[in-house]
Structure formats: C-alpha cells, structure tokens
C-alpha cells in the first residue's frame, strides 16, 4: 500500500491538499490523472444506475438547513465515539483504538460505557502518544460541519453528510416528474462532509469525500423487480447470522436463492446487490477480494431496518464501498411530518372500496375556550388518533398528548363517527431502497487491485492494469523519435485521435521504452508508436498494455480500432 500511496502521488492520482499550508487530514485532491479516472468510474456509475435503470438525477445544494437534519434525525443520532487524550489532546475514534489492538472487529455497534469498560480492562494507549486512555470518557460526537446562512446569526445549516436527504426533500416535485408512478429512482452524484474524528488509509476515510446515492422509491405492497434480469449474478453473502457464530465462509447465493432462503429479505435490495457487484467488477474490482456484509443489528443506521456493504478488502482490511440499506419509510415518513408538503403518492384500486372510516368533527366552541391557543392542534391530534385507533374513543374521555403533555377530551366533544365511504384508491408513503456509494472508496479500491509488478525484456515494471473503461488515459501516441517528422506527424495522429473522442497523451521524451512504463505505471491500455515505416505506409504500432503484444493497424482505421478496444467490443488478440 505505501508503494501505490507513492505511485498516487509522483504520478497525480490524488495527494493531500493545502500541503503549501501544511495541509489539514482528511482532506484530498485529485491530480489530472485521478480526476480523470475519478470521472470515469462516476461516469459508468450513471450509465448502470441511471442511465439503463430509467432513474432520474438531480443536483441538489450541499448546504442544508437545519429543520432538514432535525426531520431525519442527524441531528441526534449521527455520531462517532471520541476518547481525547489527557496527555497529548489528541482526539481519536474509541472504536478504531479498540479494534486496532483487541481481537475485536465491531467495536462500534457497542454502547459507549462498554468500549470505556473495554479501553480499561486492556490498557489500551493513545496511538500518537502512548499515554494510557484508561479512565477517559468516550462521548457521542456529531459528524456535521455546522455553518450559518445568510449575515449575522442568520439561519443555522449543515454542511450535507449524505446526498440522500436532498432526493428525500424534494420527493414531493420528484414525484410529479414520474408521474405518480411507483416506483421510480432518483439519483445524485455529490459531495458529502463528515467531520471525521480521526482521518486515515488514504481516500479511505477523510472528510470530504464523492457520494453516489440512488433512492428507488417502492410501493410496499407492489410488484417486485424482474429477476431474471440478474438470474446469472452469485452474490458473495456474509450474513449477520454468520458473523454472530463466528463464520468466515461466505454463502454464493444467485439474488433469488438468497431471498428463497431468507438471507436477504427484501427483493428490491436482492436486485441491487446483483447490479452492484456487476458494476464492481465492471470497474477493475477484483472479485476474489469482494463480499456484501450484512449489517449486525446494533450497526444498523437509525434510518435503516436492514443493511449490506459491499466490500473490498484493501491492504488487508475490509473497507466499505458501498451500502444497499432497507430504509422503509422513514424518511418520507419523518419529513411529512416536519414539512408543510405531501410525500404521499395516491394508490389508484383496480376497482372502487366501500370502506368504514373513523372521523372526527371537534366542537371547536368547546375546544377554543379550554385550550386556547392549542386547541387546533388538540384538534389534529383527534384526527391522527381516530385514523389510528378508534376504539380511544369508545370511553367517555379521549386523552391525547400535545406537545409533550397530555390533555383529555370529552368524547360527545369530538364529533367522533364511523362512516362508510367509497374510495378509488388510497395515499401511501413509498418505501425506499438506497445503493449509496462511496466514489473515493471505489477509486481507491480499484487502484488498489489493479496495482501489479512484472516483468518485461529482462526490467521490473510497475503496471495498472485498469479496465479501459475507466482509464485516466485510453491511448498514448509517440513518435519513436522527434525528427524526420515523425514528431509532426505523431502530433497530427494524437490531435485526430483526440477530436474522434479519444482520451490521447502525447509523448516524444526519453526511448521509446521509458515512454512505455510511464503509460503502463497510469493505466494506459493502448498506446501508439510512428515510426519510419508510418511515413511510407501509413500504418502505426499498436501496443497492448497487459501483454505488450503489438500490431500494425492503418491510420485510417486507428480511431475505430482503439475505440472498439476500449468499449469492448473487439479483443486485441484478433487483431
């Protein structure tokens, strides 16, 4: 790993910023060519998730008001564990130090008073100073970077930890846009914040950091997803279950096996798992080194009643890639009850029902005069008790709580009746589904796996061997050397190539084979030589990256050589 962390650097994957400024943890910049390969893996994540799924993308603020994170809930439930050193003031997750020097391997699904009772019971030190952490309190810390709206106190916001909440927010528009049709997707490629306690392992865990979210919307009651779609996919399952009796074999399980033997319980997030592993391995995932984990119950995030990571282990750790979560409705749920707008979608029956409906009609003259200012939401809250449980009301008093107190009715005040009534349909709140990425992660990842050393002509090279799909570059042109012309009409070659939509890099110093390794060690998968015999026949040298196989390929048909090389659709053998 510290060998590709060099290669990252010298060669301008990604390196840490502000480095001018002493540079801040946490926080990365991707150089040309990791911002180009940074590109390519989001641009194959919306052509699988977007693109051939028929969801809609939208693009939403990072900056969210603080109303936003009170309805989800983030603001009380998205926390880390944090033991600060009384020697040194160094702040670190308390579940890291635990797992880094116990057999412990999922120290943040405990309570905090245990992980203090664990740091105890083995001594456990400072990891920057080695100053005993026994007897420090470990506390809840909120990961949101908080910031202001507007001058002045202004508003309060947050800095989004997630892109979901901006899907969720807007659902109510989202849901005119697929016509009040279920289901339906919305997706975002984004930047998220979470102000980690302890930053580390690269593009691993920092602070800022790209997320690439789906929300798939669902009826609960509807039809699920076509599975034969996805009938060929073994899904590499490590269930709870397993983990719990302490298992390491995986179960390799087709998504309708999984969900035939209650592995995985929900259909939606069955099909999920299949088109995401397709979409690691179409990435350079190396799935010898790939499972989904499904989440232990006291892992599980607030909003989620079921979870599996996708994960790739990466230097010998097991690194999270990806989420498929079963948030039911909890989101829709919580922001229809925080926001001044309807997340329901209106379920049409095949035919009309004659159904018995609980209502009530509150004597407002009784209700003003007893509660005052609170008598409309006395009011409301009869509504919502009726819906929910009438026999409440089979009493001659009704008790329902009012912002956190509890008040009694008499029941002839309500106006309470059972009605018969003949609907068309009904107002639901979908469920969701959510494949949430971690963009920086699958880069990392992806590097990380294809990161090789061999051996060519008798030298030791270093070679990424990324698919040509996500290269940062899909050709490098040469000259075999800049006189003659050779070096113009290399320069000709490499200005086509780029206007036939081409990723090119031009490149006449050093001997031609220098010139190879430098586009071996970035990924290059093709590169191009012009030598004596291109000025009498118009032909080039194609070299292959992996084998370092090479043919002659005329000019005129370079583009489309390289091109269908590229895409897949040709093998370099048959050439």
Not at 449 to 475: C, I, K
């Amino acid at each position: 790993m510290s060998e590709l962390d060099e290669l990252a650097r010298r060669r301008g994957f990604f390196f840490q910023a502000n480095e001018a400024y002493g540079g801040v943890s946490g926080f990365y910049t991707y150089g040309p060519e990791g911002a180009a390969l940074k590109r390519n893996v989001e641009e194959t994540w919306r052509d699988r998730f977007v693109t051939r799924e028929g969801n809609m993308e939208i693009d939403a603020p990072t900056v969210t008001p603080e109303p936003v994170f009170v309805a989800s809930g983030h603001l009380d439930g998205f926390d880390d564990m944090l033991v600060e050193c009384a020697e040194c003031g160094e702040s670190h997750r308390a579940d890291h130090v635990v797992e880094d020097n116990t057999d412990i391997e999922d120290a943040e699904t405990y309570p905090t008073e245990q992980v203090e009772d664990i740091i105890a019971e083995h001594d456990l030190a400072c990891p920057t100073c080695g100053a005993p952490l026994s007897g420090q309190s470990v506390d809840e810390f909120n990961l949101m970077f908080d910031t202001t709206i507007g001058p002045g106190d202004g508003q309060p916001g947050y800095l989004r930890p997630e892109t979901a909440q901006g899907m969720f927010t807007e659902f109510p528009r989202l849901k005119e846009y697929a016509r009040n049709q279920l289901p339906f997707g919305a997706a975002q490629i984004g930047t998220g914040y979470r102000n980690e306690i302890s930053p580390r392992n690269a593009l691993v865990r920092t602070r800022e950091f790209t997320m690439a979210e789906l929300e798939f919307f669902v009826d609960p009651e509807g039809e699920g997803p076509d599975l034969s779609r996805v009938a060929d996919v073994e899904l590499p399952l490590y269930s709870a279950d397993a983990q719990e009796s302490d298992g390491e074999e995986y179960q390799h399980l087709t998504p309708q096996e999984a969900l035939e033997e209650g592995v995985v319980g929900d259909e939606w997030v069955a099909y999920f798992l299949a088109r995401s592993k397709a979409w690691f391995e179409r990435v350079g995932v190396d799935m010898e080194r790939f499972r989904f984990r499904q989440h232990l119950p006291g892992e599980l995030a607030h909003y989620a009643s079921d979870c599996w990571d996708a994960e790739g282990e990466v230097g010998g750790d097991w690194i999270e890639l990806e989420g498929v979560a079963s948030r039911t409705d909890y989101d829709l749920s919580k922001h229809s009850e925080h926001a001044d707008d309807n997340f329901t979608i209106f379920k049409q029956y095949d035919e009309p029902k004659t159904v018995e409906r609980a209502t009530v009609d509150p004597d407002m003259a009784y209700l003003g005069p007893e509660f005052g200012g609170d008598a409309a939401a006395v009011a409301d809250a009869l509504e919502a008790l009726a819906e929910r449980d009438r026999s409440a009301f089979d009493g001659e008093e009704v008790t329902v709580e009012v912002d956190g107190d509890e008040v009694t009715v008499p029941t002839e005040k309500t106006g309470f009746a059972v009605e018969e009534q003949t609907e068309s349909g009904r107002h639901i709140i979908p469920h969701v589904v959510e494949p949430a990425f971690g963009v920086g992660r699958a880069v990392y990842t992806v590097l990380a796996h294809n990161y090789d050393e061999d051996e060519v002509e008798g030298e030791t090279r270093d070679v990424l061997r990324l698919p040509a799909e996500v290269a940062p570059t899909t050709v490098g042109v040469f000259p075999l050397m800049d006189k003659d012309g050779l070096g113009e009409r290399a320069r000709d070659l490499a200005a086509d190539l780029r206007e036939a939509g081409l990723s090119v890099t031009y490149d006449d110093s050093g001997n031609i084979g220098r010139r190879y390794r430098r586009q071996d060690e970035v990924g290059t998968p093709y590169c191009v030589t012009v030598d004596y015999d291109s000025l009498e026949d118009d032909t080039v040298t194609l070299r292959d990256r992996d084998t370092t196989d090479q043919v002659r390929v005329a000019i005129d048909d370079l583009a489309d050589v390289v091109a269908g090389l590229a895409d897949g659709n040709r093998e370099f053998a048959d050439l």
